[in-house]
């Protein structure tokens, strides 16, 4: 079922192949469709609602500090990652466990499933009837019965716990600082109930937290403070001491040398860096004129206002020498002159690009004495440094430790105070928004979104198997099957002849039918498949043609007996002879019961005369097989078969032969190796490409020439919904009629307009009318075999 750019319109989808493959596939389509359907409603419906309920928490990030020692009392800091670690405290192990127990959670069966009926399951079921049949009954087990009384309790609250952690989710809203507690239950009123005591619950200890942290921070903020005042006095004495005695000034919270040093290597460090500058440009520029690549690769030259306007006069005076070497000899004195000024321009480019060079090697030595001064200036104050820096490292050192000391015994001052006045402000970071309500309906199940997703679902499941089974399909459906998939002629398409209401018990003989309708869309493939065979070879006339097929039941035998009617009504001289030895289907097709047929005279036992019998209803000759012939095991394969076929067609101008199944008689492949011309006949939808492609081999093995491949009884009322170009074409179903009154092709005619109406494809097959009439009774499919 080609689904992209191959069809006829250029489309991206080939939408009547789609369609078509939907009719094709209508019953798997709306069993895939209904049984998903069904299966989803039916879980939607016996399903328990679940019922949801949800409270709302906002944690408050900016309230006051009690206590601000290591951040442990204060209040919650404004990032995600604290606000997703309180996420996960609520919905901890820890806190569930005490909501549990608070709510008595043990004593509803929704959570302590030891106080629900157990059902037994399906598997249970079977273990318990075969333990019944083979005398060892299931026994009755007790939850936690060789657990004391402790430990059963605490297993149940285990369970209890993790059952409600399963119900109760914790979510963060949005960017917020809010935070949702959603819980689901079987009943309303337990999810409201749940949610609520979580949030409280989460409150509660917050605040124990924060009263365990107070009274540990006050008794230890006592003991640091007393100590503590004595060491900051006794090292800010010290301090003042040491710089009395040293003698060091001071400016800014630094010596004076030192910020002499800091500027002058602050300075050093720009000239540093313009000296690498400018001593890259040049040591670049240099090896670009060493190596000898010219000016528009050196980047300070394209920088250069001068080079551009050399660059643009050389490229003039250029111009002007080529225009003059077209117009002028080479001793022309303008052309001389052009060039020695072209040769004078590139002398002042040179020079121009040595001056630019020489500039930056003097931009180099001017930054490199520039360091040299300030290397001097630093070494004069490093060594007048020098001498302090014994003095300074321990002012420094006395300094730090007081100043260490005096911030420490400060802030031990002010939390032991905020401590002592605050104990009492202790609050939550967190409040409740909103308390959960009881809900009126239950979240779960959805059933009208269910049976959307349900239909959805079946939807594509049904069309997932629809293209699985067109993937897997290994039939035949159109001559473009035939070329395309098995690289093989196709040579037309035979209808499929139906009976009407008015013989619906009857079957219709398609070679007397074409007899008895020789205007018929049936009678024009006949007629476009004779034709192929007289056209077939230009060169050479065919005259012998082996009709065959892959398995039985194919309509080859109804096929060749038409084909021999068309030829001999066409006024050629035809002979059919029936090679199908195991079934003579030919001969009965044909009415015939000879007493002497094709293997009685080619061993000997009549005259080719006597074998040969005259068709009832045209100039048809037809070499029958009689009931009583003794059949050898190789016929084709014979001398004798071959001075018969030698003989035959001096007589006749169109030989045709109905050979067994390729696959099941070895006879049909020898005889297809003698004859001009071989034709394989295939039924439309029910031949399978496997089975083709292997009779194909074997009439490549036995050096048969292949004419093309048939495709037979085609369905006309069903072919249009397959990939098939002649299915379309209603315009030409005005060439064909039919005389009877009969109905074909599965669709009725009346009694003016009684004709056979198809439209051909370029292969002559045969399509549906322009009119399609309804159809009025049952249908009966002709065995053509």
């Avoid at 300070?300 to 077209?326: H, M, N």
């Avoid at 605050?422 to 409040?431: E, G, K, S």
């Amino acid at each position: 079922m080609p689904l992209g750019g191959g069809s006829s319109d250029d489309m991206p989808i080939d939408f009547k192949a789609l369609i078509g493959t939907v009719y094709r596939r209508f019953w798997i389509i709306v069993t895939g469709f209904l049984v998903t359907l069904f299966a989803v409603a039916y879980i939607t419906f016996t399903q328990t609602p679940i019922y949801k309920a949800n409270s709302i928490l906002q944690l408050d990030t900016n309230k006051e500090n009690v206590i601000d020692l290591g951040s442990v009392l204060g209040g919650l800091a404004a990032s995600t990652a604290t606000i997703d670690t309180e996420v996960r405290v609520m919905g901890s192990k820890s806190l569930l466990t005490k909501v549990a127990t608070k709510l008595k959670l043990s004593e509803d069966p929704e959570f302590n499933w030891t106080l629900r009926e157990q059902k037994p399951s399906l598997i249970d079921m079977a273990k318990g009837q075969i333990g019944a049949w083979t005398g060892h009954p299931p026994k009755k087990t007790v939850p936690y019965a060789n657990l004391s009384a402790a430990e059963r309790e605490a297993a149940i609250l285990e369970s209890v716990t993790r059952t409600l952690m399963n119900k109760v989710h914790i979510s963060r809203i949005g960017t917020t600082y809010l935070i949702q507690v959603e819980v689901t239950s079987q009943s309303p009123e337990t999810a409201a109930r749940i949610a609520d005591a979580v949030a409280d619950q989460y409150r509660v200890q917050q605040l124990d937290s924060k009263l365990e942290a107070t009274r540990r921070a006050t008794a230890w903020l006592s003991e640091r403070v007393a100590g503590l005042r004595d060491e900051v006095e006794a090292k800010e004495k010290r301090v003042e001491e040491f710089r009395a005695e040293t003698g060091l000034l001071s400016a800014q919270g630094a010596t004076l040398t030192e910020q002499q040093i800091a500027y002058n290597t602050t300075q050093k460090s720009q000239l540093q860096a313009q000296l690498n500058r400018a001593r890259s440009r040049y040591d670049n520029m240099k090896r670009q004129i060493d190596s000898g690549v010219g000016i528009d690769a050196i980047a300070e030259v394209l920088d250069s206002p001068v080079i551009s306007g050399l660059k643009a006069q050389r490229a003039q005076i250029l111009r002007r020498v080529a225009e003059l070497e077209t117009t002028l000899g080479p001793s022309h004195p303008e052309l001389i002159g052009a060039r020695n000024e072209a040769a004078d321009i590139e002398k002042q480019i040179e020079a121009e690009v040595n001056r630019i060079a020489a500039n930056l090697e003097n931009e180099v030595k001017a930054a490199q004495d520039q360091i040299n001064s300030i290397n001097s200036n630093i070494g004069q104050s490093t060594a007048q440094l020098r001498g302090n820096n014994i003095n300074l490292v321990r002012l420094r050192e006395l300094e730090r430790d007081a100043e260490t000391s005096r911030v420490l015994y400060e802030e031990f001052i002010s939390r032991s105070k905020e401590t002592r006045e605050q104990d009492d402000l202790v609050q939550a970071d967190a409040n409740i928004l909103s308390t959960a309500t009881v809900p009126d309906s239950p979240s779960s199940p959805k059933k009208l979104l269910n049976l959307i997703i349900g239909a959805l679902l079946g939807g594509i499941i049904g069309g997932g198997l629809a293209l699985l089974a067109e993937i897997f399909d290994m039939k035949i459906s159109s001559a473009d099957d035939i070329e395309r998939k098995l690289g093989v002629n196709s040579i037309g398409s035979v209808p499929l002849i139906r009976s009407t209401s008015l013989l619906p018990f009857s079957q219709i003989n398609p070679a007397d039918f074409l007899v008895d309708n020789p205007l018929s869309a049936f009678a024009e493939s006949i007629r476009y498949l004779r034709a192929a065979i007289a056209f077939s070879d230009l060169d050479s006339e065919t005259k012998t043609v082996a009709i065959t097929s892959s398995l039985p039941d194919e309509g080859k035998t109804s096929l060749t007996l038409s084909l021999g009617r068309m030829s001999a009504m066409s006024g050629s001289r035809t002979l059919v002879i029936d090679g199908d030895f195991r079934r003579r289907q030919l001969t009965d097709a044909a009415g015939m019961s000879p007493e002497i047929g094709f293997i009685e005279h080619l061993f000997g036992a009549g005259q080719l005369s006597d074998a040969i019998c005259k068709d009832s209803r045209s100039m048809l000759d037809i070499l029958p097989l009689s009931k009583a012939g003794h059949v050898p095991h190789d016929v084709f394969g014979t001398r004798a078969f071959d001075d018969l076929l030698a003989r035959l067609r001096s007589m006749y101008d169109l030989i045709l032969i109905d050979t067994g199944p390729l696959l099941l008689m070895a006879e049909a492949r020898v005889v297809a190796g003698k004859t001009d011309k071989t034709i394989l006949v295939i039924r439309w939808r029910r031949s399978l490409r496997s089975a083709v492609r292997q009779s194909l081999t074997l009439l490549k093995t036995f050096n048969a020439d292949l004419l093309g491949i048939t495709l037979n009884m085609v369905d006309l009322t069903r072919r249009r919904h397959h990939k098939d170009p002649g299915a379309a074409y209603k315009a030409y179903s005005k060439y064909y009629s039919m005389e009877t009154k009969r109905s074909i092709f599965g669709w009725n005619k009346t009694p003016k307009a009684n004709g056979m109406t198809s439209a051909p494809n370029p292969m002559a097959t045969p399509v549906k009318p322009e009119k399609s009439p309804v159809k009025t009774g049952s249908s009966t499919e002709v065995s053509t075999h």
